[in-house]
């Protein structure tokens, strides 16, 4: 929360583009059950992945999000390396993931 708060009080997020905020509880992380606990739709839900991409085996690793509609299936690894052009793609570690992007893991809507 202290990066949205920091965003929209510097003007990066207009306030009004935010329609609301929930804590992703572990026990919740699966999206099928936290659209049963807020009465939402897959189709109304999604997931931001953070991945790190290397473009060779030497290269630093740079991050990519992808957003997934909820009742969507994605193949994040095919998808992002095709998509980017780089030759490995991997789920980044939670602590990196904020640590890159000014993230928290929790979950919007």
């Known amino acids: 929360m202290d990066a949205l708060t920091r965003f929209t009080s510097e003007g990066i997020i207009d306030p009004a583009q935010i ?32 991945v790190h991409t ?9 991050f990519a999000a992808a957003l997934v509609n909820g009742d969507t299936r994605a193949d994040l690894n095919g998808l992002v390396k095709h998509t980017l052009q780089v030759s490995k793609v991997s789920f980044a570690p939670v602590a990196d993931a904020t640590a890159a992007t000014g993230m928290e893991s929790e979950v919007c809507r």
């Open 54 to 62: 290397h473009k060779t085996r030497k290269a630093p690793p740079q």
């Open 19 to 50: 329609l609301g905020v929930s804590e992703n509880l572990d026990e919740e992380s699966d999206t099928d059950i936290f659209c049963l606990r807020h009465g939402l739709d897959l189709a109304q839900a999604g997931n931001v992945v953070i």
